[in-house]
């Protein structure tokens, strides 16, 4: 085509060309004639706009607002945790059929709420950037998708950390992480940490501080429970909604017996938002007796422990189902006064058979258990002034039977079982003296 343009047509175009080029007001020589490519200077006049700044804007990352976690666990937390019962063999589809079993076996209508994964989730490193991460094998779908499946179910989901340098299965501990995993944890959306002892580097009360401020900071309320395995001290009630007060539970009588008698000792220490913890459950499991396990159950609510399962819920026979859910047990250990209940006989032998008090809310209103720890079955009475209810008539209530069982003047006798307990409401019908105040 170029071949047969006339000349005439290619002189126009070339000054068609150079018109344009002037009459655009470009300095210099118009872009065709130049030599080597120069790039233009714009000199604004004093009228033009200045141009857009080029800088990007940085992205902002809000700062979380600390989150209030004082509203957290103001009576004791109830649920499930795996290691009783599991140990380290945990997956995600053991998990996912817990939470089905929490809401069809009627745990979660009884009030059970979180479904607590123990030691041996994670995989044994860190990853590139330090994060800690689901053992893929245990749980290939992730901890994110597993948190929303929990939530999903309208139930909570707690982790298990440790505040050393390995958690007590040699997986990676948080000690000098405890912002970077507060947070994780945060963007998952737990709801729960369990922080234990194992490994230490630092000092004991300074690690579960950092690891508390790093929870508030992540922004999202985390009930958080200390595991020192022993009474951490009184500075733990600004710091854990709950500690434990003892070594691990076994799934044995004797066992039992010596953590019940170590939670008593500082009982006045728990109350709503900071617990004592005599570890989680072993109704179900096979080492004691139905009637062991009730009277286990009894106690922990009697002492406003945490109630925390430890059993398979997937497979739980009747009789346990029963044990758990006891409406009105529950009750007792949630009792919104959050009074820890104590032992007030005299007799102390380990053996012997013992009376517990818990103040509950109303006017003069106690829980009590008739504590069979001897082999054979026995006799047993509550007196009113051990009680510190006032003497004449009170209303007795069979809280496992669920049955009312009239009114008494000042005692009430029964026979118990060996390794039983009769647990009873007893409400005064006479004077009003005062009803404690959480905590004492
Ligand atoms: C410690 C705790 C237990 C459990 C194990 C897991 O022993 O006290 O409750 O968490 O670690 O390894």
């Given at each position: 085509m170029m071949r047969n343009k006339s000349r005439f047509q290619r002189v126009f175009f070339a000054a068609l060309i150079i018109a344009l080029g002037f009459a655009s007001g470009?300095?210099?020589?118009?872009w065709f004639l130049a030599g080597p490519t120069v790039t233009p200077t714009i000199t604004p006049t004093a009228s033009s706009t200045p141009p857009p700044t080029l800088t990007p804007t940085p992205t902002i990352t809000p700062t979380p607002v600390?989150?209030?976690?004082?509203?957290?666990a103001l009576t004791p937390p109830m649920g499930w945790n795996d290691?009783?019962?599991f140990g380290c063999n945990i997956n995600e589809t053991l998990i996912k059929e817990t939470a089905d079993a929490m809401i069809s076996s009627g745990m979660r209508a009884a009030g059970y709420e979180y479904i607590l994964i123990d030691d041996c989730?994670?995989?044994?490193e860190r990853d590139a950037n330090g994060s800690l991460q689901a053992d893929p094998t245990k749980f290939p779908g992730g901890m994110k998708t597993l948190v929303d499946y929990i939530h999903a179910k309208n139930l909570k989901i707690g982790l298990y950390l440790d505040?050393?340098?390995?958690?007590?299965?040699?997986y990676p501990g948080s000690y000098g992480y405890e912002t970077q995993d507060a947070n994780l944890l945060a963007s998952w959306g737990v709801d729960y940490l369990k922080y234990d002892n194992c490994s230490?580097?630092?000092n004991l009360v300074t690690d579960y501080q950092n690891m508390h401020n790093a929870l508030k900071a992540s922004g999202r309320p985390i009930v958080f429970s200390i595991c020192t395995?022993?009474?951490?001290?009184?500075?733990a009630q600004g710091v854990g909604h709950l500690w434990r007060t003892t070594g691990d539970i076994k799934d044995k009588w004797s066992s039992m017996l010596t953590i019940i008698d170590a939670n008593?000792?500082?009982?006045?220490?728990?109350g709503p938002g900071h617990w004592n913890d005599p570890d989680m459950l072993e109704v179900?499991?096979?080492?004691?007796t139905d009637v062991e396990y009730r009277t286990h159950f009894s106690m922990w609510a009697i002492m406003a422990a945490p109630l925390i399962a430890g059993n398979d819920l997937r497979t739980m026979d009747q009789a346990t189902k029963d044990i758990l859910t006891a409406p009105e047990v529950i009750a007792v250990d949630q009792d919104p006064l959050g009074v820890q209940g104590v032992r007030v006989?005299?007799?102390?032998?380990?053996?012997g058979p013992q009376v517990w008090s818990k103040t509950l809310s109303g006017v003069n209103t106690r829980a009590v258990a008739l504590f069979n720890r001897s082999d054979e079955d026995a006799s047993m009475t509550v007196e009113w002034q051990q009680i510190d209810l006032p003497s004449g008539p009170a209303s007795v209530r069979d809280l496992w039977a669920r049955t009312d069982l009239g009114l008494f003047t000042d005692s009430y006798t029964v026979n118990v079982p060996a390794h039983g307990v009769v647990l009873v409401k007893i409400v005064s019908q006479g004077g009003a003296s005062p009803t404690a105040t959480p905590g004492q």
């Amino acid at each position: 085509m170029m071949r047969n343009k006339s000349r005439f047509q290619r002189v126009f175009f070339a000054a068609l060309i150079i018109a344009l080029g002037f009459a655009s007001g470009c300095a210099g020589s118009p872009w065709f004639l130049a030599g080597p490519t120069v790039t233009p200077t714009i000199t604004p006049t004093a009228s033009s706009t200045p141009p857009p700044t080029l800088t990007p804007t940085p992205t902002i990352t809000p700062t979380p607002v600390p989150a209030d976690d004082s509203q957290l666990a103001l009576t004791p937390p109830m649920g499930w945790n795996d290691y009783n019962r599991f140990g380290c063999n945990i997956n995600e589809t053991l998990i996912k059929e817990t939470a089905d079993a929490m809401i069809s076996s009627g745990m979660r209508a009884a009030g059970y709420e979180y479904i607590l994964i123990d030691d041996c989730w994670m995989a044994h490193e860190r990853d590139a950037n330090g994060s800690l991460q689901a053992d893929p094998t245990k749980f290939p779908g992730g901890m994110k998708t597993l948190v929303d499946y929990i939530h999903a179910k309208n139930l909570k989901i707690g982790l298990y950390l440790d505040r050393g340098s390995k958690t007590c299965g040699g997986y990676p501990g948080s000690y000098g992480y405890e912002t970077q995993d507060a947070n994780l944890l945060a963007s998952w959306g737990v709801d729960y940490l369990k922080y234990d002892n194992c490994s230490p580097v630092g000092n004991l009360v300074t690690d579960y501080q950092n690891m508390h401020n790093a929870l508030k900071a992540s922004g999202r309320p985390i009930v958080f429970s200390i595991c020192t395995w022993g009474f951490p001290g009184y500075w733990a009630q600004g710091v854990g909604h709950l500690w434990r007060t003892t070594g691990d539970i076994k799934d044995k009588w004797s066992s039992m017996l010596t953590i019940i008698d170590a939670n008593n000792v500082n009982s006045a220490s728990s109350g709503p938002g900071h617990w004592n913890d005599p570890d989680m459950l072993e109704v179900g499991n096979g080492g004691m007796t139905d009637v062991e396990y009730r009277t286990h159950f009894s106690m922990w609510a009697i002492m406003a422990a945490p109630l925390i399962a430890g059993n398979d819920l997937r497979t739980m026979d009747q009789a346990t189902k029963d044990i758990l859910t006891a409406p009105e047990v529950i009750a007792v250990d949630q009792d919104p006064l959050g009074v820890q209940g104590v032992r007030v006989s005299r007799i102390v032998a380990t053996k012997g058979p013992q009376v517990w008090s818990k103040t509950l809310s109303g006017v003069n209103t106690r829980a009590v258990a008739l504590f069979n720890r001897s082999d054979e079955d026995a006799s047993m009475t509550v007196e009113w002034q051990q009680i510190d209810l006032p003497s004449g008539p009170a209303s007795v209530r069979d809280l496992w039977a669920r049955t009312d069982l009239g009114l008494f003047t000042d005692s009430y006798t029964v026979n118990v079982p060996a390794h039983g307990v009769v647990l009873v409401k007893i409400v005064s019908q006479g004077g009003a003296s005062p009803t404690a105040t959480p905590g004492q």
